[in-house]
């Protein structure tokens, strides 16, 4: 028998001057970045949180608080290799992840296979078991303002069972 789990993750940063703006490990040229204690990169944020949730570990403010300062300013790639590792250790491997961006600005579609290749060498798996999808808020709220990106991301894990 293979076992599944499921796991989701969330998140959202402001949008500031004078940052680099990264998602998914990948550095994306743009005038505004993301706002965090870390690299802010949001989309390997949820990621986390998607992983940790379907590995039953916990959030990603647990692991990494960000009033710790060791991961001021850490690259996110980090934090996702942690989690991995975690549902590693537990026999668990990752199936797919499946991961929605929300942004105003930049756009993105330039950007998405990169994005979708940066996340499958980080989760270990050729690149189509990753998806990336970018959307815009079509100017609603906070995120439609273009002052913050919002990130989405399902993770299915399996292992085999005894
Ligand atoms: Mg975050």
Redesign the pocket.
Known sequence: MTEFRVGQGY?I?RLVAGRPLLLGGVEIESEVGLL?HSD?D?VL?ALTDAVLGAGGHGD?GEHFPDTDPRFEGASSDRFLAEALGLIVADGFEIVNADVTVIAERPRLGPVKMDIRQKVAALLEVPVDRVAVKARTKEGLGAVGRGEAIETFAVVLISRNGK
């Open positions: 998140d940063h965090g802010g949001a944020h990603i």
